[in-house]
């Protein structure tokens, strides 16, 4: 048996399953057609789909589907993550901000109300949308969780996801983080090593959240890749603004200098921008804020435009298949 590669497209208009092939990437199915699906997690043949109006769960690797929604009194999904070492456990991020955990795969979800609390207390907002703020992002690190909140700042569980609180302030105005948060990553070399794409820019820390240094002050960004083998390593998906002349930039001393990082790109893009990253074996994905989807490889940064029949694309998820 041979390892087949295959990408799953969260779009606006369903999921495309997608086979590399010798001619190069091919939709071979559609799922969930019509629905606004906002992202993907895959475990095993549990798929796990989030949507505008709920979750969907398929327990055969994409072929059949059905809305598991038990608990989950928001249903307008931005984001849906398992935690890498309790896969059954996953986190989902609502609009208007909200988080709920489900233990068992996504069949059923338990609400974390002192989030909602938080929400209402702190006038959380959304500058496009009547709705009060949104949760875009977790990111995991051994007992510790990490949620964005746009426009609210950084949570931070210190049981996997089962509480929340507001991640700490510095003193220094200087080490705050800025509220408008986008994505959050952490690194496998430290537990402590956790970075923030803001609307401010894009922030490190180096004490799991405590502290925050803005190494790139002069941007608005909304993704970045962290190398797992070189924590100095980083690529940002920068902007002037939101949507504003976005271009890809890179770093590799921990983000003191920053270089151009686009070859096989058409660049500034002057009405969008690097939405997400995600790096699927040797290669690293970059999802556009217009939908579009381009690839790289990480030995050699140089990005080709690839899946142009599939339109407005807002997540990818990537795995091996036996044929």
């Known amino acids: 048996m041979n390892d087949r590669k295959v990408l799953c497209l969260a779009t606006s208009h369903g999921i495309a399953i997608c086979a590399k092939e010798a001619a190069g990437w091919q939709v071979i199915q559609r799922e969930l ?34 809305a598991v929604n038990q608990g989950l009194s928001i249903r307008q999904i931005r984001w849906i993550a398992a935690d890498p070492d309790q896969p059954r456990k996953v986190c989902a991020g609502t609009e208007p901000a909200g988080i709920f955990l489900s233990r068992d795969g996504g069949i059923s979800w338990k609400f974390c109300s002192e989030v909602a609390e938080m929400r209402q207390q702190l006038g959380w907002y959304l500058p496009y949308s009547p709705e009060a703020g949104c949760v875009r992002s977790f990111a995991f690190s051994g007992l510790v969780a990490y949620a964005a909140v746009e426009v609210g700042g950084i949570l931070v569980s210190r049981d996997r996801g089962v509480t929340w609180n507001l991640g700490r302030k510095s003193p220094s105005a200087d080490e705050n983080i800025h509220p408008d948060v986008h994505a959050i990553i952490t690194h496998p070399s430290s537990g402590d090593l956790v970075a923030a794409t803001t609307g401010g820019g894009l922030f490190i820390s180096a ?35 939101v949507d504003r002349n976005g271009r890809i930039e890179m770093t590799w001393d921990g983000g003191v200098t920053w270089q151009d990082a ?24 970059a999802v556009l804020s217009n939908g579009e989807l381009f690839s790289s490889p990480l030995d050699s940064i140089h990005w080709q435009k690839i899946l142009p029949e599939v339109h407005d694309i807002n997540a990818v998820a990537g795995l091996s298949m036996k044929v």
């Open 33 to 66: 057609q019509g629905a606004s699906v906002t992202s993907i997690v895959i475990n095993g043949d549990i798929w796990l789909a989030a949507t505008r109006v709920g979750i969907f769960r398929s327990d055969d690797a994409g072929i059949s589907w059905r």
């Open 207 to 241: 004490d799991a959240g405590e502290t925050w240094v803005n190494c790139y002050p002069d941007c608005y960004c909304r993704a970045a890749w962290w190398d797992p083998k070189d924590p100095g390593h980083m690529l940002v998906g920068s902007a002037d603004w």
């Open 262 to 285: 686009s070859r096989g790109l058409d660049l500034p893009w002057r009405n969008h921008m690097v939405e997400r990253f995600t790096q699927v074996g040797a290669q690293l994905l």
